[in-house]
């Protein structure tokens, strides 16, 4: 069974830094891209962004683009996020989601508060 | 970046009756490799969000018969047969042909 566990989120002064991590069991996690796609509380998803197989290619959305760093670990079959200069606008749950062909497995989520 | 339009925003839905929603892209999602990457996601309350149609017209392994998804270039469509209670929840339409990738807005799926 596929699973997804995020961890790392909190609460955190704007303009402070946060690592999110994500533990993928039950595949082959070297296989597929990861991806982390966030939710603001009541608004809708947004894709945030995504890593090759091997982590030697990344793409991020232009708003976190130079703050935001995604990585991965396939060793430990953990995919991370580090979250830096943060801003309010960045207060969200964080999902990791995987799958072949589209996001098929998502994991709980954790939430970021970015607040003082 | 592409624009995810869904329509409606809200859906209200007698049990046992079809809904329907639609998902236009600003750009064709008809990627070189020749495949169309529209998917279709629901968020029931509470929980993450699950895949239930890949490819623009493939159920995810899993996903009842009512779901159907049909549509090509930039105009695209989730049909639901026969809703039942645990329809319930947002559905989003999402393409991942073009970066940076969307997501529409979220359609809000009641059951009257």
């Not at chain 1, 989601?97 to 954790?110: D, I, N, S």
């Not at chain 2, 998804?69 to 105009?75: N, P």
Request: neutral net charge; hydrophobic residues 30%.
């Amino acid at each position: 069974e596929v699973q997804l566990v995020e961890s790392g989120g909190g609460l955190v002064q704007p303009g402070r830094s946060l690592k999110l991590s994500c533990a993928a069991s039950g595949f082959t996690f070297s296989d597929y891209y990861m991806a982390w796609v966030r939710q603001a509380p009541t608004k809708g998803l947004e894709w945030v962004a995504s890593i090759s197989y091997d982590g030697g290619s990344t793409y991020y959305r232009d708003s976190v683009k130079g703050r935001f760093t995604i990585s991965r670990d396939n060793a430990k079959s953990s995919l991370y996020l580090q979250m830096d200069s943060l801003r309010s606008e960045d207060t969200a749950t964080y999902y990791c989601t995987t799958g072949e062909l589209a996001f098929a497995y998502w994991g709980q989520g954790t939430l970021v508060t970015v607040s003082s | 970046d592409v624009v995810m339009t869904q329509t409606p925003v809200s859906l209200s839905v007698s049990l046992g009756n079809q809904a329907s929603i639609s998902c236009r892209s600003s750009q064709s999602l008809l990627h070189s490799d020749g495949n169309t990457y529209l998917s279709w996601y629901l968020q029931k309350p509470g929980q993450s969000p699950q895949l239930l149609i890949y490819l623009a017209s493939n159920r995810f392994s899993g996903v009842s018969n009512r779901f159907s998804g049909s549509g090509s270039g930039t105009d695209f469509t989730l049909k639901i047969s026969r809703v039942e209670p645990e329809d319930l929840g947002v559905y989003y339409c999402f393409q991942h042909t073009h970066l940076p990738l969307t997501f529409g807005s979220g359609t809000k799926l009641e059951i009257k």
